[in-house]
């Protein structure tokens, strides 16, 4: 999928970020179109939590602004900013102390007045829509793995029916196969609901095989092309990022399931 020619849902323009002396983003620009799945890629320091973070308004840059939907983020009303995203934090961030199925009524509790039986069984689709059996909803998080907490965290993100998920390393710590499973909702949410994603991630499975584009970070820039076109640059940077043997086996096995030799 190719980036529309439509006014973009998202668009970031010339984002600077510092944190003391370090300039970490220095004019970044960015345009997500909706449906689109666009990945954050670069190295460690590079910013991609704080590119994210900076997306969904929950950090003020230096200099530049991000539009959703063409209104600047931070004059978009809390409740309208609810409904319009979902948010997938590194390490699930779940409330210990609540079930599965009261975190994911949290959002609905906080920004709507549904009756607490609709709420629970919104609680209970939304569970099963991440993978998720509805028996579930009466576990704590200490008693899951780590592909089930997130799931569970994407269960709440999706609460409100967003139109766009920002998820933050969604597979970071997560065996292959579990790994694998997350990728293929993601695709799913995609295909099945139009949900506009933006993932951070430094898994190259995810970069080649569910995002449309990625949006490489290095020196205070931002490179943003397919993978196909990002692993032809002959940039070294570049190169060390995406010719890694995991990132090029996945870009095997992708061009065979196409029939692509």
Do not use: Y
Request: charged share 20%; aromatic share 2%; glycine share 10%.
């Amino acid at each position: 999928m190719s980036a529309s020619t439509e006014r973009p849902l998202i668009r970031a323009r010339g984002i600077v970020n510092r944190f003391g002396a370090q300039r970490v983003h220095d004019g970044i620009g960015l345009d997500i179109a909706a449906g689109e799945i666009v990945g954050i890629a670069g190295g460690s320091g590079s910013g991609k939590s704080v590119l994210l973070k900076t997306l969904t308004g929950l950090h003020r840059p230096d200099a530049g602004e991000v539009l959703l939907e063409g209104r600047p983020v931070d004059a978009i009303e809390r409740s309208r900013k609810a409904s319009l995203f979902g948010v997938l934090f590194q390490q699930g961030a779940l409330f210990s102390s609540l079930t599965l199925a009261q975190n994911v009524m949290l959002p609905l509790r906080e920004h709507t007045d549904l009756p607490d039986a609709l709420q629970q069984r919104i609680a209970a689709m939304k569970l099963e829509l991440a993978g998720l059996p509805a028996a579930s909803g009466a576990k704590v998080p200490a008693e899951l793995s780590g592909g089930m907490v997130k799931r569970a965290a994407l269960a709440r993100a999706l609460a409100l029916d967003p139109r766009i998920l920002f998820l933050d390393e969604p597979t970071a710590n997560l065996d292959p196969p579990t790994a694998a499973g997350i990728d293929a909702l993601i695709e799913q949410l995609n295909r099945g609901l139009g949900i506009t994603v933006v993932v951070v991630t430094h898994d190259l499975d995810t970069l080649v095989d569910v995002c449309h584009r990625v949006a490489v970070l290095h020196d205070g820039r931002v490179v943003v092309d397919t993978v196909a076109a990002l692993m032809h640059s002959e940039q070294p940077w570049l190169r060390e990022l995406l010719h890694r043997p995991r990132a090029h086996d996945a870009a095997t096995a992708r061009r065979a399931a196409h029939g692509i030799g």
